[in-house]
């Protein structure tokens, strides 16, 4: 029965991770920037619901509340960090660097004006437990489950059906159609990072309702949601989704052995196991 | 008895792209070979080959009758073949001079540790190394920029200074990968007459060109190369009046 | 004066872990948030040996020593295999991984608790116990780090990293063994960094989890981006600069329950602005 129980658990958190892949996921195939303060934006959500929820405001309008901050934030860091820098053709290295800053800059002014305790939130739904057949499911993980679902799903509908979503899959899918058609950048990658940032927003916002919130909890997710892109292949949002699921059941199961302290060991190793045998991913394409 | 370079039954997939297509074909020691054919017929691919930065699904490499397929580059230039590369990779950031002491065989002081428990000796041989560089600049005719940075040399320089890194490995055979395309006519005279000069100096030199004027000048034998394999080989002269061949040269190109 | 001194004696001390860093971001170019993995395991090492007296202070420096060659070599060796992005998640994954391991591993480390009673470095069976006897050696192991720094940069080995650094392919298209060149970096960014991890935890007599963090890494980095890439002018500056911010932040009045996020942020800044405005720092060569 414990086996079952945490095996649910890291579906429902799981499906939460695969949609911050799948959000990475589409910004790196478009960009090819490795967005590390993408698990800022991340943080952000949570906190920015926390606050609406402090003042009132009802959850699902505090969800997309946090949601248009979190786009906000995404395109201001295409707009005003990662453009300029392209413009001054600046290495992969320095791309890299700025972003990290960034991360560090959002996470410490969350530390700062919130301070870097856990903060709860007090909703009685979401703690609210729903016995079914021996397993318990919060109203959070219930809440987790579908939204994160249908996230995915509004992704790949995105991916497959837009005219917008289908270039980005051909650009992403051939770095050789990439060099030649080089989707026109500055709008494109805007709003691609703007989206990503409003979808990131969800799992943001719903996985510390069981967890609390923390400055620096931003991390380890993205952590986990880049390993699952790369195992799953990138280009490949299913696969990144899809992964995402894997790693973290096996995060879970594995408390079964050792204490979970340890469980980003589990990750790590899995990324390392599929770095020796599968460099390129299961699902990428070619 | 062997071929000089000789390179056979060489097969290699992308995905579900045939890029060399049992291809094979042999060069004699001495001569400038031109490589010709439409773009993607696997002339870049078939020098990725032959120095040892892919690794055919097929097929074997040889040169003076030793197999070559399968060996790292810095095995293959130690075996005596140095390419050039179409978009030339040079070290913008550094010198003319540190680029052509990059191309010569490793000495002292490039392992960490004699570098830093020996510095006078390493400061001594480098200095004797860095004469070396100079005279292979001198060959090319840039010893006056030795220490300009490469970003701040001509597009003509640039392409002077891949031939002298590529003869700073003491290679004997040279595989340059278009080595007058872009420049202009001046340029391109020199860089034809130091490709003559290289030959006259004892190298063999196989060269991919787009130039049919270039080709006719300078070549003693051609490899035509179509969908990855050698579709025709002969001189200049045999090839250029072939009329299918131009047909697929410049109706494909086209 | 000992307030200077101690100053001093940390910016000496991360002088040696600039240099590591310098060595793995600035001249072989890789991205790496997990420095202070391999600072930390070196200060491990080295307090456990004291702490247990199964050695003295300059045995178990080597010990540390070798022992953070080993492992920066095998840390930075997936980036050799993999493009420079997968290696960003293999660093910040190692970074985590090793405060998972210092945090949780209370018999070697101490756990969150720390360990104290370090004793102080000896040399040869003579204790350095006062804080100037101490800035003299933090000075000579600083001044040698910075002499092979200097030494390995002006040699063919030097330029050799910077081509590597510039254009791998055509370093092995070249002839030479690149692969080589670039593990024996590492190897010497290991070297540096568990010098600097066995000196600090012997100079501060307690080490705890936080000095070896995320956020530590993070300061490395931004000392190597403050300082500026290849030079060993950068990779002194860049210590010096970043170990005084924080000594300016107290003159502005900021509660102390901020002050390590005021700090952090800080860091972020400076990163976002020398990345868009000076990628060469404030003496260095462009990143």
């Excluded at chain 3, 204790?127 to 050696?137: H, K, M, N, S, V």
């Excluded at chain 3, 568990?194 to 980095?221: H, K």
Aim: aromatic fraction near 8%; hydrophobic fraction near 55%; glycine fraction near 10%.
């Amino acid at each position: 029965m414990l086996l079952l129980q945490l095996l649910v658990n890291g579906i429902v958190t799981g499906c939460a991770l695969g949609v911050v892949a799948v959000s990475f996921a589409l910004v790196y195939a478009t960009t090819r920037i490795f967005h590390i303060a993408h698990a800022g934006v991340y943080t952000l959500g949570g906190y920015l619901a926390w606050s609406l929820l402090a003042h009132g405001v009802p959850e699902p309008l505090a969800l997309l509340g946090a949601m248009a901050g979190c786009t906000v934030l995404g395109a201001a860091i295409q707009h005003f960090l990662y453009a300029p820098l392209e413009r001054r053709r600046a290495t992969h290295l320095i791309v890299l660097i700025a972003s990290l800053g960034a991360l560090a800059v959002i996470q410490n002014l969350i530390a700062a004006v919130y301070s870097s305790d856990i903060l709860e939130f007090t909703i009685p739904w979401a703690s609210a437990v729903v016995t079914l057949g021996g397993l318990r499911l919060t109203g959070a993980q219930l809440a987790t489950l579908a939204l994160s679902l249908a996230a995915f799903v509004g992704m790949l509908w995105f991916a497959h059906r837009t005219l917008l979503g289908k270039r980005i899959r051909a650009v992403a899918s051939n770095p050789f159609l990439a060099e030649i058609t080089r989707l026109e950048p500055r709008a494109v990658y805007v709003t691609v990072i703007a989206i990503a940032s409003a979808v990131v927003c969800i799992p943001g916002v719903l996985v510390p309702l069981d967890l609390g919130l923390q400055p620096y909890g931003g991390v380890t997710p993205l952590l986990t949601a880049t390993i699952a892109m790369i195992a799953g292949g990138v280009g490949s949002l299913g696969g990144a989704f899809l992964f995402a699921v894997v790693i973290v059941v096996l995060q879970n199961l594995s408390l079964l052995v050792m204490p979970g302290e340890w469980s980003i060991g589990v990750t790590f190793a899995i990324f390392v196991v599929f770095m020796l045998f599968r460099p390129r991913g299961l699902f990428a394409a070619g | 008895m062997s071929a000089y370079l000789e390179v056979s039954g060489v097969n290699q997939r992308f995905g579900g792209l045939q890029a060399l297509n049992d291809c094979g074909f042999a060069i004699a020691q001495g001569g400038i070979t031109c490589m010709v054919g439409p773009n993607g017929a696997g002339k870049t691919t078939i020098f990725n080959v032959i120095t040892g930065f892919l690794r055919p699904d097929t097929g074997h490499v040889a040169f003076r009758g030793r197999r070559l397929d399968g060996l790292r580059p810095q095995a293959i230039v130690a075996a005596g073949i140095a390419r050039s590369f179409q978009n030339l990779r040079l070290f913008v950031d550094l010198t003319a001079l540190e680029n052509v002491l990059i191309g010569l065989p490793s000495g002292f002081g490039e392992a960490p540790l004699g570098a830093l428990f020996r510095p006078f000796h390493t400061a001594r041989l480098d200095r004797a190394r860095r004469a070396q560089a100079m005279e292979r600049l001198e060959h090319v005719g840039l010893a006056d920029r030795a220490a300009e940075k490469v970003r701040n040399l001509s597009y003509g320089e640039q392409k002077l200074l891949t031939v002298a890194r590529l003869l700073a490995t003491g290679a004997e055979l040279l595989l340059l990968d278009e080595p007058a395309s872009g420049l202009a006519a001046g340029a391109l005279d020199q860089v034809m007459a130091l490709l003559r000069r290289l030959q006259g100096e004892g190298k063999t030199l196989l060269v991919v060109e787009h130039n049919t004027r270039v080709v006719q000048q300078i070549a003693d034998h051609v490899l035509f190369l179509h969908q990855g394999h050698l579709m025709a080989e002969g001189t200049p002269a045999q090839i250029i009046a072939d009329p299918a061949l131009a047909e697929i040269y410049f109706g494909g190109a086209l | 004066m000992d307030y200077f001194y101690s100053y001093l004696i940390l910016a000496e001390i991360y002088v040696l872990l600039g240099l590591s860093t310098n060595l793995l971001v600035g001249v072989v170019g890789i991205f790496s948030v997990s420095q202070a993995a391999v600072f930390g395991v070196g200060a491990y090492i080295v307090s456990d040996f004291l702490l247990s007296g199964t050695l003295s202070f300059l045995p178990a420096l080597a010990v540390a020593a070798v022992a953070c060659i080993v492992l920066n070599v095998l840390l930075t060796l997936p980036s050799l295999r993999v493009s420079g992005d997968y290696f960003v998640v293999t660093s910040f994954g190692i970074q985590l991984l090793a405060t998972a391991v210092f945090t949780n591993w209370t018999g070697g480390t101490g756990g969150a608790n720390g360990l104290p009673g370090v004793p102080p470095p000896d040399l040869f069976g003579f204790p350095l116990e006062e804080t100037r006897q101490i800035l003299g050696f933090t000075t000579v192991a600083a001044g040698l780090g910075c002499l092979a720094f200097w030494l390995a940069m002006r040699a063919p080995y030097g330029r050799l990293l910077k081509a590597i650094r510039e254009d791998e392919l055509a370093v092995a298209a070249a002839g030479k063994d690149v692969l080589r060149a670039k593990v024996s970096a590492a190897a010497l960014a290991g070297a540096f960094a568990g010098v600097a991890g066995g000196v600090y935890a012997t100079y501060m007599s307690f080490i705890d989890p936080s000095s070896f963090d995320l956020d530590a890494s993070v300061l490395l980095l931004t000392m190597v981006v403050v300082g500026g890439a290849r030079t060993l002018a950068g990779s002194i500056v860049g210590p010096f600069v970043l170990l005084a911010l924080p000594q300016l932040l107290q003159l502005v009045a900021i509660p102390t329950t901020v002050a390590a996020s005021a700090r952090q942020l800080l860091y972020g800044v400076l990163l976002i602005a020398f990345a868009v405005f000076r990628p060469q720092g404030l003496a260095g060569e462009r990143l």
